[in-house]
């Protein structure tokens, strides 16, 4: 097996701050519920971060059996959520009734705040929304 050669990439500390806030910010769907699951009057509880890691296994999969970019598929599967950080988790009663949080802006602001230029999150997120 060859060595890769490891290539020390210059970060300012802002950067890394950066990012660092970002990585809290998202581990908070590691406290946000699934809200649909409180209509199942079963045990079955999970996380919206659960959810995230199960629906990028469930993304790879399919995009092998389909040929498909699976690592497009796993980035996109890992991040569809993302803007539930800041704009709530809805069960789909809840979707009747109130206004759905424009997920895109709120990608577009976290990129924003945390200055994730060379980070393509919003580029991976916009197209996740496109309807195709």
């Not at 699951?37 to 059996?65: T, V």
């Not at 979707?95 to 991976?124: A, C, G, M, T």
């Amino acid at each position: 097996m060859k060595k890769k050669k490891i290539v020390k990439k210059d970060f300012s500390n802002k950067e890394i701050d950066n990012f660092v806030n970002f990585l809290w910010e998202t581990r908070i769907l590691k406290y946000m519920s699934r809200a649909g699951l409180h209509y199942l009057k079963g045990p079955a509880r999970e996380d919206a971060a659960e959810h995230s890691f199960y629906s990028a296994i469930i993304g790879w999969i399919l995009a092998q059996l389909e040929g498909a970019d699976e690592n497009k598929v796993i980035k996109m599967c890992l991040i569809h959520d993302l803007a539930d950080a800041r704009g709530g988790e809805r069960n789909l009663i809840n979707k009747f009734y109130s206004q759905l949080p424009d997920e895109p802006k709120i990608i577009q602001e976290i990129n924003k705040q945390h200055r994730l230029k060379d980070f393509p999150l919003r580029k991976l997120f916009e197209e996740f929304f496109k309807k195709i």
